[in-house]
């Protein structure tokens, strides 16, 4: 059975920092992009980055230089650094990636049950 679980989330306060990853576990064959997305109370969800297999990154116009996201083949994992952290980057934070799982067929889409970040003094 595949899983996506991400994992780092908590509570932190202004101006902290907070590493989230997502790993990927189960019987695949390959893992293509991977990238973070983040739903604030009251918002539809948003894409905030996501990363290459080869390493290469994208970022939303709107996530600040504060963020950076990275992955370790070896280990299934991706990371998203955060810093500087604002209370409106309250979120839950979700890793989306596509996944090979059989070497005949087209990846396919998969989604993490999210990790909640939350923002406060």
């Known amino acids: 059975q595949v899983q996506v679980v991400e994992s780092g989330g908590g509570l932190v306060q202004p101006g902290g920092s907070l590493r989230l990853s997502c790993a990927v576990s189960?019987?695949?064959?390959?893992?293509?992009?991977m990238g973070w997305y983040r739903q604030a109370p009251g918002n539809q969800r948003e894409y905030v980055a996501h990363i290459t297999r080869s390493g290469s990154t994208v970022y939303a116009y709107s996530v600040p230089g504060r963020f950076t996201i990275s992955r370790d083949n070896a280990k299934n994992t991706m990371y998203l650094q955060m810093n500087s952290l604002k209370p409106e980057d309250t979120a839950v934070y979700f890793c989306?990636?596509?996944?090979?799982?059989?070497?005949?067929?087209?990846?396919?889409?998969?989604w993490g049950q999210g990790t909640q970040v939350t923002v406060a003094s």
């Open positions: 189960g019987r695949i064959f390959s893992i293509y992009n």
């Open positions: 989306n990636t596509g996944l090979k799982l059989v070497v005949n067929r087209p990846p396919e889409n998969y």
